[in-house]
């Protein structure tokens, strides 16, 4: 889950993106909130006058927290709608290591990881060049949203399932970050699993 508030650009409307999803959209609006929903699944909340119903600061994406869910929680059922929200709090940036790296069966530029997250293995096809196994890396899990904007999902690359994407510094939004490409590869101060923009 995601929120997205930006109060001069915009107005005073919260954001909420529970499911990103393409295609059709069907808007249902009671009182100061609309449902979006996707196939009849909901994808979505849009609350309007929300610095009336939580403390909002920054613009752009939010850090969710558990009085922020809380309080969109309550704006959602007073305006009638009987969805439950389920935010995940856990660091969607966290230290992974490479255990193995494999060819790509379809593309020549691409490999594919198994990446260690401490809670869980997981399979990310990357295009770096300088990707080995045995490095530390930064690794960005599903739902993460990059400082781009753009939210990371389960995907399928050339054929071959990618939960994640292993960051270089400039997709982090590092100051003095090269120009070449290549991934951020960490030192082995850094623990697997700890968030990295914790340490």
């Known amino acids: 889950m995601n929120l997205f508030y930006n109060k001069e650009a915009v107005g005073d409307v919260a954001f909420l993106q529970i499911n990103p999803t393409e295609g059709e959209y069907n808007y249902v609006t009671q009182g100061d909130v609309v449902e979006i929903q996707n196939d009849g699944e909901v994808v979505g909340y ?10 909002l600061t920054g613009n752009g994406h939010i850090k969710l927290t558990e009085t922020l869910v809380q309080a969109f929680q309550k704006a959602i059922e007073a305006a009638g709608f009987t969805y439950k929200l389920d935010a995940d709090f856990t660091p969607k940036f966290v230290v992974g290591y490479v255990e193995t790296k494999d060819k790509h069966p379809d593309a020549d530029k691409l490999s594919v990881l198994s990446v260690d997250v401490a809670t869980e293995k997981l399979q990310i096809v990357c295009g ?3 990707v080995e196994a045995g490095q530390k890396v930064v690794v ?14 389960d995907a399928e690359l050339r054929g071959v399932a990618s939960s994640g994407m ?18 951020m590869v960490l030192s082995d101060d850094y623990t697997v699993g700890q968030s990295f923009f914790e340490v």
């Open 46 to 55: 849009n609350i309007f006058n929300a610095s009336n119903k939580a403390t």
């Open 166 to 183: 292993i960051c270089s510094m400039k997709e982090l939004g590092l100051p003095n970050a090269p120009q070449e490409k290549g991934i």
């Open 128 to 130: 770096a060049p300088n």
């Open 140 to 153: 960005a899990k599903v739902g993460a949203v990059m400082p781009s904007g753009m939210v990371i999902k």
